[in-house]
């Protein structure tokens, strides 16, 4: 057991700390919290990508032969520590880099990964997933929409839901059903699509934040060549998986040093506000710091495993069901300790931190349902990890 | 980094497992629970063999010389074989007494001729080592573990004002049990009047050896409650999947299910935090005594909630005295208490990480 980063790995640090504090645009942290229009941000988030790209710093966990650093597990975490450290804007096709990349690379053939991967990391084209329909969430091999073969292209209808970045993609990794005869895992089909096909619609799905993160897709006759198949066709669903699982893997290590700097920023609001003498406050505030903190060495032994065997297990559930829950009690306690304030939105000149508290606690009520809610997560666990019979 | 387990490391937790299954299995817990003061000198003598008592001893004291990963390493196994007896006392006391810089007692201690623990608590029963108000060698001690096997007790009192520890002599003071809940570790009433013992340690060096003993003891019990939540767990999942009730196995309801994944969460949580506390002890990191805080506030809270939860699994079967459930559930209540519960040190948390960091610090991480 060595908790010290390697003369390697601390060298790997000091250059990625050395370049984000040169290259971390100034305004974004001002810009983050500003009025703007989604396609206006996007610009600015593509142009971010692309200047990391040029420094060779996308796809930084993607092999060298494809165009990535080949870094080790630990240098990704470090990586994205330094990131989230250094407040850098994140990437415009966090994706295409972090799942659906990966995911061609493992599944794709030759023609795929010429074709697509160096275009993820130049931010040229943007991806967006096509997995949760309305019948077909947590439980998502249920999926109905239909791809047919036609000749040499399926022909896809269907809806889709909580799809990211959809009205920026340009291209689409999308599970449709190709087999509706056999069990419900078996016909499932994993197709990239290009988004300006005819037939894709698009539409903004409105937040309970005001936001539009998410959108729904509607595919109507859109004709997708046979080529763009991932893998065989009817073992979409082995694809699909491998994809999630990289969602549950180094995911929570930018997170860690995010809820650790809202904490820092929660203290020293508590202290400007003279409730770090109330007792109460100081059990909370001390509660939170353990919270981090055992997210922080929960994390760092995942990390360590998933270096040994080589990927990611169930036991990413743990940091999952972790984070999220947690992240909902640190809002909670800190709409607590800001009282009044803490309600306050962005555009109230009295709001606190430009009212990212109050939104902070809206979106945190998303955290036990996106990427696999709270239930789903302990069903995991529960089958998987310690072999009780299936419930579902 | 790596957080895993070293080969020797590995090694001497799984010898460790293997010597507690045939040397302290469940039947003998039980018969040892029931003698006066739940220690049993065979199982002693037979430790000390395996060089136990003094794992952090250095080697020219006469102990193994160990670190604290080795130490969590050990303290798992023992908590997951409930091991009843002086263990944690004494290593408190060996501690505290070679963190004063002296090799007094050390080398019985670690042959295992020697059993020690430590008198902190007064009748206000706090864990912080500013509220001992006893007066030299005079006046009573309460809740000490183990005292009334222990040849040697490291006392803190008050010099003339100043904090201070004395080593005094077992048999020469008047030990009256305190009965609790936990049945495998004793808890002693102890009168000093007549005590025989000698100075260890005065001012400074006296604070500062408590406050490494309390850190020491306290990552080793937060190991050794993840043993135990283990165990705990085992136990839990074993019968939801051989239960049976409408037809199924109870582990088949979700209802029952999440309760086991929860119990999952707070024992490899619980784990996570006591091994990156003992890490940072062994390495002097600069966050290490916080470590400490944030083990055994996460440990106190999910020792006893997985306790809960084991309980409830099992039904009506987790309520008889014939299951082994409550021995774990009674000693989580007594080691959420020891050496402080979640909330005296959240309260330390709050001294050593909030206070510092004043209205007007940069917000940086």
Not at chain 2, 37 to 51: F, N, P, T, V
């Given at each position: 057991m060595d908790l010290n980063l390697t003369p390697q790995e601390l060298a790997f640090r000091d250059e990625v700390r050395a370049w984000f504090a040169a290259n971390v645009p100034k305004d974004w942290v001002k810009r983050r919290n500003a009025e703007e229009s989604m396609e206006a941000r996007f610009t600015y988030l593509r142009a971010w990508q692309r200047k990391m790209f040029d420094a060779g710093w996308a796809g930084v966990s993607w092999p060298k032969e494809y165009g990535g650093r080949g870094a080790t597990l630990m240098e990704q975490v470090i990586f994205i520590e330094e990131m989230a450290r250094a407040e850098a804007p994140p990437m415009a096709n966090v994706l295409g880099l972090g799942l659906i990349g990966p995911t061609i690379i493992a599944y794709g053939n030759d023609a795929q990964k010429k074709r697509y991967l160096a275009k993820i990391l130049s931010a040229e084209e943007i991806w967006c997933q096509g997995f949760s329909e309305p019948n077909a969430g947590s439980d998502l091999a249920a999926l109905s929409s239909e791809g047919k073969l036609n000749g040499n292209a399926f022909i896809v209808n269907g809806q889709k839901i909580w799809n990211s970045y959809g009205w920026a993609a340009d291209w689409c990794e999308l599970v449709v059903r190709t087999d509706p005869s056999v069990e419900k895992h078996k016909g499932l089909t994993v197709l990239l699509v290009d988004m300006k096909s005819r037939g894709v619609e698009v539409r903004p799905l409105k937040q309970m934040t005001g936001e539009s993160e998410f959108c729904e897709l509607f595919f109507r006759d859109v004709r997708v060549p046979v080529e763009n198949v991932v893998g065989k066709v009817n073992d979409g669903w082995r694809v699909a998986m491998g994809t999630l699982m990289h969602e549950r893997g180094t995911f929570g290590a930018g997170l860690q040093v995010n809820y650790r700097r809202n904490f820092n920023r929660l203290v020293e609001i508590a202290h400007q506000m003279k409730r770090t003498g109330d007792p109460l406050v100081r059990q909370k505030l001390a509660q939170a710091y353990t919270e981090i903190e055992v997210m922080r060495f929960n994390q760092m032994r995942a990390f360590s495993r998933i270096n040994e065997t080589g990927v990611p297990g169930p036991e990413g559930s743990i940091q999952k069901i972790f984070w999220s829950e947690l992240n909902q009690r640190f809002q909670q306690m800190a709409q607590e300790i800001l009282g009044p304030y803490g309600q306050l939105a962005h555009g109230a000149p009295e709001a606190i931190d430009e009212g990212q508290w109050a939104y902070g606690y809206l979106r945190s009520r998303g955290n036990t349902i996106e990427a696999g809610t709270s239930e789903i997560q302990r069903n995991i666990i529960g089958h998987f990890v310690l072999g009780l019979p299936k419930s579902y | 980094?790596?957080?895993?387990?070293?080969?020797?490391?590995?090694?001497?937790?799984?010898?460790?497992?293997?010597?507690?299954?045939?040397?302290?299995?469940?039947?003998?817990?039980?018969?040892?629970?029931?003698?006066?003061?739940?220690?049993?000198?065979?199982?002693?003598?037979?430790?000390?063999?395996?060089?136990?008592?003094?794992?952090?001893?250095?080697?020219?004291?006469?102990?193994?010389?160990?670190?604290?990963?080795?130490?969590?390493?050990?303290?798992?196994?023992?908590?997951?074989?409930?091991?009843?007896?002086?263990?944690?006392?004494?290593?408190?006391?060996?501690?505290?007494?070679?963190?004063?810089?002296?090799?007094?007692?050390?080398?019985?201690?670690a042959s295992g001729e020697k059993k020690a623990t430590l008198a902190l608590l007064e009748s206000g029963a706090s864990w912080n080592p500013d509220a001992v108000a006893m007066e030299g060698l005079t006046g009573e001690k309460m809740f000490v573990p183990d005292a009334g096997v222990a040849d040697v007790i490291v006392v803190a009192a008050r010099d003339r004002g100043d904090l201070a520890l004395y080593t005094v002599y077992g048999d020469s003071v008047q030990r009256t049990a305190m009965p609790g809940v936990d049945l495998t570790r004793r808890l002693y009433k102890v009168n000093f009047a007549g005590a025989r013992g000698e100075l260890l340690a005065r001012g400074e060096a006296a604070g500062s050896a408590l406050d490494r003993a309390l850190d020491i003891a306290t990552v080793t019990l937060c190991a050794e409650m993840t043993g135990g939540m283990q165990r705990v767990m085992e136990m839990a999942v074993e019968y939801a999947k051989t239960r049976k009730q409408f037809g199924k196995p109870i582990g088949q309801y979700q209802a029952v299910q999440h309760q086991c994944a929860d119990m999952l969460i707070w024992t490899e949580s619980s784990r996570s935090?006591?091994?990156?506390?003992?890490?940072?002890?062994?390495?002097?990191?600069?966050?290490?005594?916080?470590?400490?805080?944030?083990?055994?506030?996460?440990?106190?809270?999910?020792?006893?909630?997985?306790?809960?939860?084991?309980?409830?699994?099992?039904?009506?079967?987790?309520?008889?005295?014939?299951?082994?459930?409550?021995?774990?559930?009674?000693?989580?209540?007594?080691?959420?208490?020891?050496?402080?519960?979640?909330?005296?040190?959240?309260?330390?948390?709050?001294?050593?990480?909030?206070?510092?960091?004043?209205?007007?610090?940069?917000?940086?991480?």
């Open positions: - | 980094m790596n957080f895993g387990l070293s080969e020797s490391q590995q090694i001497l937790k799984n010898n460790a497992r293997k010597f507690f299954a045939v040397e302290c299995p469940v039947s003998e817990v039980r018969r040892i629970m029931e003698t006066e003061s739940a220690h049993d000198e065979k199982l002693w003598r037979s430790m000390a063999e395996q060089g136990f008592p003094g794992v952090l001893i250095p080697e020219d004291s006469g102990g193994m010389g160990l670190g604290m990963v080795e130490l969590a390493a050990l303290a798992e196994e023992m908590g997951r074989a409930l091991v009843p007896g002086p263990f944690l006392a004494t290593l408190l006391a060996g501690a505290a007494i070679e963190a004063a810089g002296s090799k007094k007692h050390l080398a019985e201690i935090a006591a091994y990156y506390a003992a890490w940072a002890l062994d390495n002097h990191a600069a966050d290490a005594r916080a470590a400490v805080s944030v083990a055994k506030v996460y440990a106190s809270d999910a020792c006893r909630e997985t306790g809960n939860r084991g309980v409830q699994v099992q039904g009506g079967m987790g309520f008889t005295w014939e299951n082994d459930v409550h021995l774990y559930y009674r000693r989580a209540k007594a080691s959420e208490s020891a050496f402080g519960d979640a909330t005296f040190h959240r309260e330390r948390i709050a001294r050593l990480i909030i206070d510092r960091m004043n209205a007007s610090s940069a917000v940086g991480v």
